[in-house]
């Protein structure tokens, strides 16, 4: 994950991703030779640090060490999860809705709080949220208005624990037992993602509502859609190249089911129902689509793939990655990266 640009969850507005956090690596080149490497070096040196941090394991080398800065626990405060039972898409709709303006409107625009939402394939709304230590003010208070919204929306709160969490350990964990749970003989993966790098739109965010949490939820039994808050210090820290650090409203589809328990006539139509999503979402003004190396599918279609200025972050660090590919593996040992066929 650190060297695709870094996983973008919970603390990435506070703390950035994983990859602005590196302030040392070491790599073994594909000739042999053994470079250590930091934010601090400069020339081919470190545009070759910043490659790793967005095409690590294509660029031409193994990274052997990583070093991380760390950050002191009270720089987490508080925060918890509302667990909403919504059944059915028509019953989740009108609260997803409430929920999505609420995000948009009270969280986006603070830096001290994230909101993620996660719609599983029973359509169980999950709320997370996440109080950093510049947060002022009652975090019972904040959520309150969304309490309000489920109960307008006749939707039952199964679970209320938005301040339980006391440590990082525990917010990280948040999640465990619903990732824990997706397990097929073979599990079938199909994950894609859109985003903006402002506020979304009324239009982005119908369309979050009318399409991508699609049909395929109840279809592919394991999926989810996970709709969070980036922007802060991933945008704002060290520039690496990853679409996800140009990010400030980030929504993930992740398609997953049993594939022992599918027919090939369901996957086929799993497979055109997603396609259908995403060619939509190519259409809409300012959306990005399949901008991350962590949260997109590389073995779709050549046609509907993105461009390596899209899943790099710009044109610029694309280029650069292409000519440090070159240099270091010329004959392209280092072929398994998502992207590989970019670079």
Not at 170 to 184: H, N, P, Q, R, T
């Amino acid at each position: 994950m650190t060297l695709n640009g870094g996983i973008s969850g919970y603390f990435g507005k506070r703390l950035g991703m994983l990859g602005q956090r590196v302030t040392a690596l070491e790599i073994v080149l594909a000739s042999g030779q053994v470079k250590v490497l930091t934010p601090n070096s400069t020339g081919e040196d470190g545009d070759l640090f910043r490659c790793c941090l967005g095409a690590g394991s294509a660029i031409g080398g193994v990274v052997t060490s990583l070093t991380l800065v760390m950050e002191d626990g009270s720089a987490f405060k508080t925060g918890g999860s509302l667990v909403c039972a919504c059944s059915s898409k028509d019953a989740a709709k009108p609260f997803l809705k409430k929920a999505l303006l609420f995000l948009t409107e009270n969280v986006l625009p603070n830096p001290s709080v994230s909101m993620e939402i996660v719609i599983t394939s029973d359509y169980t709304v999950i709320c997370t949220f996440m109080f950093y230590d510049a947060f002022v003010g009652d975090t019972e208070e904040f959520v309150q208005q969304l309490r309000t919204d489920a109960k307008d929306c006749n939707i039952s709160i199964v679970a209320d624990g938005v301040s339980s969490h006391k440590t990082y350990f525990d917010a990280a964990s948040s999640l465990w037992e619903v990732i824990g749970s997706m397990k097929g003989d073979p599990l079938v993966r199909n994950d894609h993602c859109i985003g903006t790098s402002g506020i979304p739109s009324e239009e982005v965010l119908n369309f979050v509502l009318d399409k991508w949490i699609g049909e395929f939820l109840t279809k592919a039994a394991l999926s989810l859609v996970e709709i969070r808050t980036l922007g802060g210090a991933a945008a704002e820290g060290n520039a690496i190249p990853s679409g996800n650090a140009k990010c400030l409203f980030f929504a993930d589809m992740i398609v997953s089911y049993d594939g022992s328990a599918v027919t090939s006539d369901l996957k086929a139509s799993i497979s055109s129902e997603v396609q259908d999503i995403l060619s939509e979402a190519k259409k809409i003004k300012d959306l990005m689509v399949d901008f991350s190396g962590t949260h997109s599918q590389s073995d779709d279609a050549a046609d509907t793939l993105p461009d390596g200025g899209v899943i790099f972050g710009s044109d610029e660090n694309y280029e650069m990655i292409r000519s440090v590919k070159k240099k270091n593996d010329a004959r392209n040992r280092f072929c398994y990266h998502p992207f590989a066929h970019l670079v």
